[in-house]
């Protein structure tokens, strides 16, 4: 009886943390803080979408030899990165940036480091194409994917239908719709009231990420404000950022602000993931970062002591959800 | 009587509202030669040549049967310089005396996804890519090909232009036409200036451009400044179509899937087949356009194959190699 009465106080706890949406055909849990996330009307979710994306996305089949997927980039423990300065795409080819985290993606307005991709669906088809990751072509792994029979009977079940690039992109974008985290040490003391999920250094670390300002790029719920930025790493950038496609000289090194959510497992850091650790990150900008004319004005030198950055790493570090990067 | 008067204004009527097919015919030349991918051609006393010319046309607009107005708003055209046919719909119409379009795809369709589309439609996934997957958006205009830089009259420095972005859409003024009406179809015809699009570009030092440069808008624009487009009388022209230029032109964008570009003078259906170098058939596709670019759905392995098309009474082949 004890053990009953402990299960329903735990299955209360659940739904207290987690405010499920009432809508059947919703098929996210959004966790207790979270905005209900916005889901495009023309690809809505389904479970059999979910489970035909996730296949696709753990697949190398998606790429011209067959050798990786987008899981080799978008690894779940390191919060859909790879550890890697820069990422790996097919026959060891190099790719000029960092692996993006794919956490809370769903709440993301553009995408790619610069922020430059409008939507989920068509980011899907850039490492399909781009030469230096899957280098192949949308048309050919649509009839890859018709030849093979386990895939034609998720897409019947999925969709009514024989696999289409539309129906690829949907599929793997509503699989990263899912990957939401919200159940970090961060979450249980600011969103589930749990004032001891949090040391005393990392409440203090949490205040200075306050009075130093991070908070202002790294700000909400999802520790970004969307906006894409130069934070000054470079005084030439070799890679120009969204300038490279607008072409416009006030974009230049800019990306985009990332979550800082599962930080600690997604290093190294920036668009080109030249800083190793967190530790530099906070180097980088207490001096302010570098001269820029587009450097954003709010990155500005500041003082900070040695225990005091133990204190804001200690913080940045508290935003790990370890389910999210174990239960995949 | 009366049956007689009515079966005669039914009759009329038929005639009047019958549908036809109107058909697009972009005759391109360089220089007001027919135009070829790797034949040199002369722009500006320096000698070039391509190897791509791709462009949309959308936002069409035709006048016909004394000055009435159709938009067709849904047509896209995607072009290319070995391409002379394009189909633009079934219309009830007995003449057409002129026509506007945009060269470029409108804001609406560039703001979209090609996964919308099938890889039949103009709009849809192409290779090589018409569209830039970062940003999204399409290539307005693409070309490809050498120049010589160094005056030796041996064109070897590349350029590569695809100009992208809303600002690279350029209106086409109207367009007084003559054209061809057969029984059930309207061809229209254009002569298209190829070699004016890179009029007043420094094609020795544009390099590679896939973006909304200077450079790229510049091209775009000669597609009106330039008079690229032009009214062609195909019957009463002084420009004669060489006989007998069939011709199969790889494109390797590609290497391991190359994209096989075809033109047959006549205007019947072909066939096309993929051997192997051991005469083994990989693939065969019958009843297609008498010219077009063939992208094989088909993993092939690394080795060098052999194309054939026909139409029954001629045959043209080439080898192509695969790069795994």
Redesign the interface.
Known sequence: MLSNKNNLVFLFLICFFFSFDTDKNFYLSVPAGFPKPEIPAENKLSKVKIDLGKKLFFDPLLSRDSSVSCASCHIPKYAYTDGLRTAEGIKKRTVTRNTPTLTNIVYNKNFLRDGVNPSLEEQALVPIHEKNEFDFHVLLLTERLKKNPAYLDLFQKAFGAIPTPKLITQSIASFERTLISGNSRYDQFYFQNNSAALSTSEINGMELFKKLNCVKCHSGFNFSNGQIVNNGLYENYQDMGKMRVTLNENDNGCFKVPTLRNIEVTGPYMHNGSLESLEEVIEHYSKGGMNHKNKHDWIKPFEISQSEKEDLVSFLKCLTDSSFITNY | MKKIILFLLVTLFINVSAQKKIVLRLNHFLNDSTFHYNENFDLDGVQNYYTRLQYYLSGFEIEYDGGQISLLPNTYVLASGHITNYYLGDFSVSNVEAIRFDVGVDQIAN?G????Y??SHPL??K?P?MDW????GYFFVTTNGYTDANNDNNPDTPFELHALGDQMLSPIDQINVNPVNSNDTIYIDLKVNAERFLSGLNLSTVGVDH???TNNLLMCNNSYSMNVFESYNIISSSIESPKNNNYIFMDYT?A??PTINYHFNSNQKVNLKITDINGKVKLYENNLPSEGSY?P???FATGIYIVTIDNGLEMIYKKFNVV?
């Not at chain 2, 996804?113 to 919308?116: G, I, S, W």
């Open positions: 703001s996804n090609t996964t919308n099938t890889g849809g996934p290779s890519p997957g970062w940003p999204s973006s909304s440069s590609l391991f899937a992208f759905l088909k993993e795994q």
